[in-house]
T-cell receptor, first 111, second 116 residues
Framework: EDKVVQSPLSLVVHEGDTVTLNCSYE??????LLWYKQEKKAPTFLFML????IEKKSGRLSSILDKKELFSILNITATQTGDSAVYLC???????????FGTGTRLQVFP | DTEVTQTPKHLVMGMTNKKSLKCEQH?????MYWYKQKAKKPPELMFV???????INESVPSRFSPECPNSSLLNLHLHALQPEDSALYLC???????????????FGEGSRLTVL
């Protein structure tokens, strides 16, 4: 069965810390991996990764995919309280066209 | 306009009521989705419409009935729900569906449903 596993489940840090969130997957026919940030409301899109080894960056956030080892990491440097959210990883499966979500990592950043 | 708008934001209904959730987007997206999200869980796919036709029904009980009147609107009709159906219902849209899509879903803010 296809699955996406995120770790850690939750993380508490202080402002200024750097965090690394992990996403591993077992998906029959991989198309892409996506990261979303969900605060109290709708998930908002962060990155889509399709190729191994190519880092995507947006400000203090960056992400990379390893298709050989079947995982991705999301890095956040110099964290701020506004980074507090649940970070969702999702893998798009090529045969079914579905997004398979992980359980999310809940990040709390304290001042 | 890069928004997906959902109404109502909150809905409380009894098990015998009939109500509807509405979703609207004006980005010209051809695929629209309903997801259900329970507390502290990831979104679970319910339905996908592609070009106004139902493409995926994830074995959702018939008390949930989706409708896509046109390419900008998606409804979810609710009838005879159970308390365990209480959840956040998220609508999403994407440029296209499947292999043709960039993969990015735009989510609405959700309709929080409570069934008494």
């Amino acid at each position: 069965e296809d699955k996406v596993v995120q770790s850690p489940l939750s993380l508490v840090v202080h402002e200024g810390d750097t965090v690394t969130l992990n996403c591993s997957y077992e998906v029959t026919n991989f198309r892409s991996l996506l990261w979303y940030k969900q605060e109290k409301k709708a998930p908002t899109f962060l990155f889509m990764l399709t190729s191994s080894g190519i880092e995507k960056k947006s400000g203090r956030l960056s992400s990379i995919l390893d298709k050989k080892e079947l995982f991705s990491i999301l890095n956040i440097t110099a964290t701020q309280t506004g980074d507090s959210a649940v970070y969702l990883c999702a893998v798009e499966e090529n045969n079914t066209d579905k997004l398979i979500f992980g359980t999310g990592t809940r990040l709390q950043v304290f001042p | 306009d890069t928004e997906v708008t959902q109404t109502p934001k909150h809905l409380v209904m009894g098990m015998t009521n009939k109500k509807s959730l509405k979703c609207e987007q004006h980005m010209g997206h051809r695929a629209m989705y309903w997801y259900k999200q329970k507390a502290k869980k990831p979104p679970e796919l319910m339905f996908v419409y592609s070009y106004e036709k139902l493409s995926i029904n994830e074995s959702v009980p018939s008390r949930f009935s989706p409708e896509c009147p046109n390419s900008s609107l998606l409804n979810l009709h609710l009838h005879a729900l159970q308390p365990e159906d209480s959840a956040l219902y998220l609508c999403a849209s994407s440029q296209d569906f499947g292999a043709l899509n960039t993969g990015e879903l735009f989510f609405g803010e959700g309709s929080r449903l409570t069934v008494l």
